[in-house]
Every structure is written in C-alpha cells, then in structure tokens.
C-alpha cells in the first residue's frame, strides 16, 4: 500500500512449490487481496500519490488523477475514533467509507480537516475513506 500511495507500482508474484503446485497460503492471500480490491480498487487503480506534503500516522493517502478525490487508508484504527489530516488546501464536499458508501462526518477548520470514524472499521483489513474535494 505505502509504494502505491507513494507513487510508486507493486509487482507481486510468485512461483511454484517443488511439487508444481502453488502455496495454499499465497493463494489465500491473493484471494483476500482480490476481494479488497473489488471494493476499494478505486482508491489503487488508475490513483495518484499522496498529494499531501506528508504521510499521517494512521495510515496513508492517495488521489484521483483528475485531484478531485482523496483516499485515506485508515490501517491503524484510533481509539479516539477520529483522524486527522493536515494540510489540505482543498475544501471536502464529502466523505464516505468506500467499501459501504456510508458517510462519515468530518470537521474542517482551515488546511485541517478531523475525520470521525465509526466505531469499529468497515473493512476486514484496511477501511479507505474517500474525501470529495
């Protein structure tokens, strides 16, 4: 995820097991990339890097080629239930949880914006929220 949000591409392979046959684990974790990615593709995709100048604590950032979306992916869930992000120039028109579509209320004062993030994460691994600017 940190090489997709930092511009950069992911190759990710690998070969057969002596016997010829593939690795029931890789073949579990592929299958459990794939059913992220049907719901939260978007935010991989056809995405650009963090346009912030830095990476947040709580997880990292990526954009939409045409700027006029951000995604946070929310790896380490806060106890506080709330995130925030520094220096966004843009004013947030929404925000919602990709994999539901449900909205998530936020705050934003200025270049910070404080997100409020449902009691547990929406996703069995990452919850990507994404940002309308």
């Known amino acids: 995820m940190h090489t997709i949000c930092a511009g950069g591409n992911a190759l990710i392979n690998n070969g057969p097991m002596g016997n010829g046959k593939l690795d029931p684990e890789a073949v579990r974790i592929y299958k459990s990339m794939g059913e992220w990615l049907k719901v939260n593709g978007e935010s991989i995709y056809s995405s650009v890097r963090n346009p912030l100048d830095a990476r947040p604590e709580w997880g990292d950032i990526s954009a939409s080629k045409d700027g006029k979306a951000i995604y946070l992916h929310v790896f380490e869930w806060p106890e506080s239930g709330k995130v925030t992000l520094h220096g966004l120039s843009d004013s947030v028109a929404s ?7 449900k909205k998530a ?17 929406q996703t069995k691994h990452i919850t990507v929220v ?4």
């Open 105 to 121: 209320k936020f705050s934003q004062q200025g270049n910070d914006l404080t997100l409020s993030l449902s009691a547990a994460a």
């Open 130 to 133: 994404k940002l309308m600017l």
């Open 95 to 101: 925000a919602a949880y990709l994999a539901t579509g």
